[in-house]
């Protein structure tokens, strides 16, 4: 049974916000190669430290960066 899945909304926060994924990554201490696939929604589990990271860093709520798509 497919439960749907979820999506960050990275690059649209990014562009919100007009910050680079080379700042945000430098800022927050990601590696580039994970960021940009969680900005491609390739991951497979969250990292809930990384979650707050993103939430803070762009003064938002959890529901503001993760949706979840029904299938």
Request: glycine share 4%; hydrophobic share 30%.
């Amino acid at each position: 049974m497919n439960y749907g899945h979820l999506e960050l909304r990275i690059e649209e926060l990014l562009q919100e916000k007009g910050i680079s994924k080379n700042m945000i990554c430098k800022e927050l201490d990601i590696p580039r190669s994970n960021f940009n696939r969680y900005c491609r929604n390739e991951f497979q589990r969250l990292d809930a430290n990384l979650i707050c990271k993103l939430c803070n860093y762009f003064e938002c709520e959890i529901g503001e960066l993760i949706r979840y798509v029904k299938e």
